[in-house]
């Protein structure tokens, strides 16, 4: 039995129906194409820091590196680069969930279906309160242990382990803030959804309290 080759229209025609199917598939609650900007003062100080250490980290990086080339070091310079950037994560992890811009793969938005969407929304934000709470509380407990035993961190600058441990606690606590407010918005956008079940519901614009 001989089988034809496709040809190029037949690819043509294939690729065409792929993409009709493509735009047919239903528009996600959450608009993926525009990136919301946090909107509680707390989570913006922590980002707007965490911007800041990025700048300098990269500026040290360059110094160091052009340091070494002439045959100059610079003391606990990879200590120092590995805990700025344990830094920067903990500072913008509390922005990037007030703005609900974590990764995400939105599986239950094809389903086409509102209120199964808000609900699994919620479902997500209780998931992210109970892993914000454990967080928060176990970086108070190691915060009190290295402040009640003064460790010190290994490596070239032996730095008291209490001043990574604090800035981790800070930011975990932002964390949890934003988290509850996200909760919150998120509950009201399930209420709005209830309110008008045929109508699609856009990603929240107000917060649950006004912006300082």
């Known amino acids: 039995m001989s089988t034809r080759e496709p040809t190029g229209a037949d690819r043509t025609d294939r690729l065409d129906s792929a993409e009709a199917a493509l735009e047919t598939l239903p528009d996600t609650v959450n608009d993926t194409t ?3 900007a946090p909107r509680w003062l707390p989570e913006r100080l922590l ?17 160091t590196v052009v340091m070494r080339f002439s045959g100059h070091g610079v003391l606990g310079a990879v200590e120092l680069s590995a805990l700025a950037m344990v830094l920067i994560t903990v500072l913008v992890v509390p922005a990037a969930t007030a703005a609900d811009d974590n990764f995400k793969v939105e599986i239950i938005d094809m389903l086409d279906r509102p209120r199964l969407v808000v609900a699994g929304k919620i479902i997500g934000a ?8 454990f967080l928060t509380f176990s970086a108070l407990e190691l915060l009190v242990n290295d402040w009640t035993t003064k460790t010190t961190m290994a490596g070239e600058l ?19 803030h934003a988290t509850v407010f996200h909760l919150i ?9 209830a309110r008008h079940p045929g109508t699609r519901q856009a990603a929240p614009t107000t917060s649950p309290r006004e912006e300082a």
């Open 185 to 193: 918005t998120t509950i009201r956008s399930a209420r709005a959804v």
């Open 158 to 176: 032996a730095l008291h382990r209490y001043w990574l441990s604090a800035a981790v606690f800070i930011g975990f606590a932002v964390l949890l």
């Open 47 to 63: 980002e707007y820091l965490g911007a800041v250490m990025i700048i300098v980290l990269s500026v040290f990086i360059a110094v």
């Open 34 to 36: 525009d990136i919301s």
């Open 126 to 133: 209780v998931v992210q309160l109970v892993v914000a709470l």
